[in-house]
């Protein structure tokens, strides 16, 4: 904003260049900008924006203008508007004052400026009161307001209440509604939903806020969307899936219709009903079928009419209106209602344009509740008519087929045999049956005995006790062949050494003494570790046989659960023939032995 000027003082020129007055360093000057330093005159004392009114006048033909950082300071009525010096520093300053409340008096009177007077600091107020005299100004400012925006950042805590954010192109206001105003919403707010809100404006925890007591959405009515968002919901919950809809009865033998017994639509579905079928029993559930608490009495009907004896199928019914006239249907309590029934359902609500949510949880749904009688009821004269047509079809197949059914017993009776031809020739079959299964025991046996006796020979020349002595006398044959081996080796060795005495004796004594033992040392030791290592390996040959012996012992096998049965001469048993019942018997075991006495003999399965 461009600064604007003081009016010049009297006699004095104007400025050239529209340039503003400024403060010299030097006390009790002024100077113009471009402009040398002058005395202040009586009038000037202070900046020019802080002269005082009273001493120096402004020319009545130059109105006052504002001073291009100064603030101006109203006060008492009837006096000219003084201008605070900017460039002073305050303390802080004063809290916001109430509009209602007169002002206080400046500190100093009309025509007399203290320069060096006392400063009054106001008294600084806490954020607490701030934010309550914000609140009170908001609250009186803005007590009724309609907001029209786009819902985001929606937050439903457990409070019940919602909290969001209202928003447009170039700005965005927290908002709120409370859990007690939600519940009246026929619908219920998402994100990117334009709606238009009508609520206060507050101030809360340091911000802004909008809180809501009534929202509607811009383009479709609440009713409508309300509708979508229930339709919706109760589609993913799978109500409408045609794999739970049930058949209706082919004829049912008892309707319950959930109506109000005043309207036409009753009337209108039992008279067609009964012009259909005229002995068909109708039970009428009595109900609201629109305004407050209808859609709770219809969901008790729906209970109450399902629950009546010989009722198959359930019938909500009621003419044609408006949206708001058929919301009872749009509920989410009759929805619920109409997937619990358990017997099926029929919706016959409105006209044929008329769609609710029971149309879509129902299992059939009816454009009218004439057609809902057409659907239930078919015509008794035709009913009779085909079951008469069916009857006799059936009595004409019946007699079709008992003929059929002599002719095929006559034949079978004449091929008929006689039960003793059967009988004997079955025994014949069964005597030969068992002769071969006979020979086939026997040449089975046979056969069992042969590979027994080779089992018997390959465990005798692999017994242990034979194992062991040859594993013995191989290794006897190795320790002998070692002892050669070391024995040829030290003989070697001694003669290496008389060899070597013959040689010293001819050199130094103890030079030659010296290294031959040296010599004899290393070759000793050389001697020692291969006779070690060679000793070593055997051990570790013999142990790795003994395991594999060890392994291969009937011992082991004792070890693992089994047992060896003896007779009484110690010879081992191997079939129960070699035993007879009484006997007695040693049962080895892996540790110790049974002596049993044999009370029944058991052969083996073939």
């Avoid at 908001?138 to 919602?162: C, M, T, W, Y």
């Avoid at 087929?401 to 003793?420: C, D, M, T, Y």
């Amino acid at each position: 904003m461009a600064p604007q000027r003081l009016p010049p003082r009297p006699g004095a020129p104007e400025t050239p260049g529209g340039k503003d007055p400024q403060k010299d360093p030097r006390e009790g000057e002024v100077r113009e900008a471009g402009e040398r330093a002058r005395p202040r005159e009586p009038w000037e004392v202070g900046p020019p924006w802080e002269r005082n009114p009273a001493t120096s006048p402004p020319p009545a033909s130059q109105p006052l203008t504002t001073p291009p950082h100064g603030v101006p300071a109203i006060g008492q009525s009837g006096q000219q508007p003084s201008f605070v010096n900017p460039l002073r520093v305050e303390p802080s300053r004063p809290p916001p004052q109430d509009p209602s409340r007169p002002l206080p008096a400046p500190a100093t009177g009309a025509g007399n400026f203290d320069l060096f007077g006392k400063r009054v600091t106001p008294k600084p107020m806490t954020v607490s009161e701030l934010a309550r005299q914000v609140r009170e100004l908001l609250e009186g400012r803005f007590p009724n307001l309609l907001v029209q925006g786009e819902v985001s950042n929606l937050k439903a805590p457990g409070s019940g209440h919602v909290y969001f954010t209202l928003k447009d192109g170039e700005a965005a206001v927290d908002a709120v509604i409370f859990k007690k105003e939600l519940l009246r919403l026929k619908f219920r707010p998402r994100d990117g939903l334009s709606v238009v809100v009508r609520g206060r404006l507050t101030f809360w925890n340091g911000r802004t806020q909008l809180v809501c007591d009534q929202i509607e959405p811009m383009g479709a009515g609440a009713l409508q969307v309300a509708f979508e968002q229930l339709k919706a919901r109760l589609s993913s919950e799978g109500l409408f899936d045609p794999a739970r809809k049930r058949k209706l009865p082919f004829l049912p033998r008892r309707i319950a219709v959930i109506t109000s017994p005043t309207g036409a639509a009753v009337h209108d579905f039992i008279r067609v009903l009964h012009r259909r079928f005229a002995n068909l029993p109708v039970l009428i559930v009595p109900s609201k079928v629109q305004g407050e608490g209808a859609a709770q009495e219809i969901a008790r009907a729906i209970a109450r009419g399902a629950s009546q004896p010989g009722v198959d199928v359930l019938v909500i019914a009621r003419g044609g209106g408006s949206l708001e006239d058929l919301w009872a249907f749009n509920e989410e309590v009759v929805a619920r209602a109409l997937a619990a029934c358990p017997v099926p359902t029929v919706s016959a609500v409105g006209h044929e344009v008329d769609f609710t949510i029971a149309d879509f949880v129902a299992d059939a749904r009816a454009a009218t509740p004439t057609a809902a009688a057409e659907m239930l009821a078919r015509v008794k004269d035709e009913l009779v008519s085909e079951l008469l047509q069916k009857r006799a079809r059936l009595q004409r197949s019946m007699r079709i087929q008992l003929e059929k059914r002599e002719v095929s017993l006559e034949a079978r009776r004449s091929r008929l045999v006689h039960p003793r031809g059967l009988i004997a020739e079955r025994r014949l079959r069964l005597d030969r049956t068992e002769q071969r299964l006979a020979d086939a025991l026997r040449e089975h046996l046979l056969l069992f005995k042969e590979h027994l006796r080779d089992l018997r020979i390959r465990l005798t020349e692999g017994h242990p006790r034979e194992r062991v002595r040859l594993l013995q006398r191989r290794i006897a044959e190795e320790r002998e062949v070692l002892v050669e081996a070391t024995r040829a080796g030290l003989s070697h060795r001694k003669v290496l050494l008389e060899r070597l005495k013959d040689q010293l004796r001819g050199l130094d004594p103890r030079d030659s003494l010296r290294d031959r033992q040296r010599q004899l040392s290393a070759q000793q030791e050389a001697l020692a570790t291969r006779t070690r290592a060679r000793l070593s390996a055997e051990r570790e040959r013999l142990g790795t046989l003994i395991g594999r012996l060890d392994a291969m012992s009937p011992l082991k096998v004792l070890g693992r659960g089994y047992a060896v049965a003896f007779d009484a001469n110690g010879r081992a048993l191997r079939s129960v023939s070699e035993v007879a019942v009484g006997a007695s018997v040693r049962v080895r075991l892996a540790q110790g032995e049974l002596v049993a006495n044999v009370t029944s003999v058991k052969p083996a399965d073939t």
